[in-house]
């Protein structure tokens, strides 16, 4: 998918520190990396290209994942049977942001439709048991002009809790909470990168992430969408 192999080049150097471990069985869990993220990212956008948007979209999300329209859906349900457009969506991730046991990142890019039309997508992305990535919240909005790619990915990774050794803390095994449209949120299992999102009746949102710097938790997106138009 463009989003992907659109500035590959300048994303060699990170995608570099991608072992064969994180190809063929995932990456190892307890540790950020952020290039792990990035690959999830590129094979998400080449599957979309290869088999069609939405039936990558289905393939990459978690059980539990979200997406908005404008309100809160479950993911997997609003997708199921949803036939591909004839022309996928391109785009290409321009920042991640990794939790300090990499069990939870976020990306942010730009994406490129039909007859020019052009935005930004965020995409909240978990950690799976056997350490591969799949997303469980992805949002993109329309933008009056396209973004210009950067030359690198940014990346940034959470300061680590004290002490902190490499091992994973269990997830909860507490049930998932009913789905709620207007208001979700979600942690790592380290508690270093957050995420918090709200929905108005209208429509309108706001999604926040938070990762830890410095002893505290420090806003890193602060995304307000309005409403959509009548």
């Given at each position: ?23 063929n ?11 792990a ?14 088999k ?28 199921k ?87 994973p ?41 938070a ?20």
């Amino acid at each position: 998918m463009t989003r992907a192999l659109m500035g590959l080049a300048a994303l060699s150097l990170c995608l570099s520190a991608t072992s064969t471990q994180a190809q063929n069985r995932g990456p190892a869990r307890g540790y950020a990396n952020p290039s792990a993220v990035v690959a999830a990212e590129i094979a998400f956008a080449k599957l979309a290209q290869e088999k069609g948007q939405w039936t990558a979209f289905r393939a990459t999300a978690t059980k539990d994942a979200i997406m908005f329209v404008p309100q809160i859906v479950a993911a997997q349900a609003w997708l199921k049977g949803k036939a591909d457009p004839a022309r996928t969506v391109t785009w290409q991730p321009h920042q991640v942001w990794s939790s300090c046991d990499g069990s939870l990142a976020v990306t942010r890019g730009a994406w490129q439709g039909e007859n020019d039309t052009a935005g930004y997508f965020t995409t909240v992305w978990q950690q799976q048991k056997d350490g591969r990535y799949k997303w469980v919240v992805d949002m993109g909005e329309p933008l009056p002009m396209a973004l210009d790619a950067p030359e690198m990915i940014n990346a940034k990774v959470a300061d680590c809790p004290p002490g902190y050794r490499g091992k994973p803390p269990k997830a909860s095994k507490a049930p998932a909470a009913p789905l709620d449209p207007f208001k979700r949120g979600g942690k790592s299992l380290d508690g270093t990168l957050a995420w918090d999102v709200a929905v108005e009746t209208d429509g309108a949102r706001r999604f926040v992430v938070a990762m830890a710097s410095a002893g505290q938790m420090v806003t890193v997106q602060d995304l307000q969408v309005e409403a959509p138009a009548k």
